[in-house]
């Protein structure tokens, strides 16, 4: 039913969208030269292209470092220099693009730090590409110039930064990596507490090995003379040093079984106790410090404005979808209108309620939600006053839509008291006039 009602009105859109093209490109006629350049740079298939190109350099550095890697000494392939003298090319041409766009505000904008990037990946690239060019005039030999080629490969590694930029390209990357920056704190935290625990478990196996030390002295032996004394020592010969070894147990370097068994040695509790470190450390701290790295993650991206109204733009986008789906399901004679009898009628099948339900929609009273949708009260619905009605209509009522009605109400009533304040007046008025017209009277009859 969706396709048919679909492939009726293939070609007809709502008039809305064809209002808001026109309007934009009204507007845009009316806009500076600056101001077309920001909207210039703000397009997405321009953005993409910006991305794609930061990519592409980001790969010809690769591969330029993998050849002088396989090649050492080799001289740099012709097509190298072609590719990074074009890239340099577009970079500057966009960064003079961003300048003349943003002029005085370039730096105070949101997005001032990717500007701050630009102008290092400008620079460094404008000047590796200078030494490139003396590089291949000289006539000298290029072992000759060492400290050229050390500055060329410090250019070549700040044309990274080029990755960088890319981020603010891709909405979703840059909360992956806004969510890492904001976690950090709880990392440099959980990285304190384990080391506060494994320093005081550190201590007590240190000093089991000094208190195993000991007692082969007095034997008149040494630590070597013992392999599980020796293997103590390894581990546990220093504090340090069992810190590490207690790091390693827990996070893969080497297995703890490998410390366990020394302990065993030495005594029975040591290994409980070693028994009771490893549960408590992976068990219970490594599991709280997930689940609070995965809340600082959620709340960051939370936080991020621009995901937020990215997200709601797109939510919004995909309602209206469905309404149109809808409104072409209803319309059956593609009038572009509907009226009571097929709104009542398409309200009785299920699959129509559950199409409303999945939008947010009341329909319990048909013929109120029709007058609702009616706007202008002419008894029949078209695809503008269907799509805004069923937005206005969607979910439950907000606290704005409280306020709102609470603001109307209060408005009303002053209304309604300055309105009988006036009635009142003016009904003691008529009441007045009244009496004085029955007193004249009386008084006419008396005299007759």
């Not at 709880?186 to 201590?203: E, G, K, P, R």
């Not at 797109?314 to 789906?325: D, F, G, I």
């Not at 009616?374 to 606290?399: P, Y």
């Amino acid at each position: 039913a969706t396709l048919t009602g679909q492939k009726k009105t293939e070609s007809a859109e709502p008039a809305s969208s064809r209002k808001s093209t026109a309007s934009e490109a009204d507007l845009w006629e009316t806009l500076s030269p600056q101001e077309k350049a920001q909207k210039f740079l703000t397009k997405t298939p321009v953005e993409l292209s910006i991305a794609l190109f930061n990519a592409i350099g980001a790969i010809v550095v690769g591969c330029q470092v993998d050849q002088a890697a396989r090649e050492p000494g080799s001289r740099t392939p012709a097509e190298f220099y072609v590719l990074n003298w074009m890239l340099t090319v577009i970079f500057t041409l966009e960064l003079v693009l961003r300048i003349y766009a943003f002029r005085g505000q370039f730096f105070c904008v949101e997005e001032a730090v990717y500007h701050f990037l630009d102008v290092i990946i400008v620079i460094t690239s404008l000047v590796e590409m200078c030494f490139d060019i003396s590089t291949l005039s000289s006539s000298e030999d290029q072992s000759s110039g060492l400290g050229v080629m050390r500055t060329m490969r410090i250019a070549r590694i700040l044309r990274l930064v080029r990755l960088v930029r890319v981020i603010r390209f891709f909405r979703s990357l840059r909360v992956l990596i806004h969510s890492i920056v904001h976690t950090l704190k709880s990392v440099a935290w959980a990285l304190v507490l384990l080391f506060m625990i494994m320093y005081t478990f550190a201590i007590l196996f240190a000093q089991a090995f000094a208190s195993q030390a000991e007692i082969l002295l007095e034997d008149g032996q040494s630590v070597s003379d013992s392999a599980s004394a020796h293997e103590l020592q390894m581990h546990f010969g220093s504090v340090p040093t069992a810190v590490l070894s207690l790091f390693m147990a827990i996070s893969g370097g080497i297995s703890w079984i490998e410390l366990f068994r020394p302990l065993q040695d030495i005594g029975f509790a040591w290994t409980w106790i070693f028994l009771c470190y490893v549960s408590f450390v992976y068990f219970a701290v490594l599991n709280v410090v997930t689940g609070v790295f995965c809340q600082s993650a959620i709340e960051s991206a939370n936080k991020d404005q621009s995901m937020v109204v990215e997200s709601t733009l797109a939510n919004k986008e995909a309602y209206m979808r469905n309404c149109y789906n809808l409104f072409q399901i209803m319309d059956n004679d593609g009038s572009g209108t509907i009226c009571k009898a097929e709104f009542r009628k398409h309200l009785r099948r299920d699959n129509i309620q559950a199409f409303f339900e999945s939008m947010d929609i009341d329909t319990n009273n048909a013929m109120k939600l029709f007058t609702l949708l009616d706007a202008d009260g002419q008894g029949s619905v078209n695809l503008d006053e269907f799509v805004l009605g069923c937005l206005r209509l969607r979910g439950m009522a907000t606290r704005i839509d409280n306020e709102l009605v609470l603001s109307v109400t209060r408005t009303n009533a002053a209304c309604f008291e300055k309105f009988s304040a006036s009635a009142s007046k003016r009904l003691s008025a008529i009441e007045h006039d009244i009496r004085d017209l029955m007193s004249l009277v009386r008084s006419s009859g008396k005299c007759n």
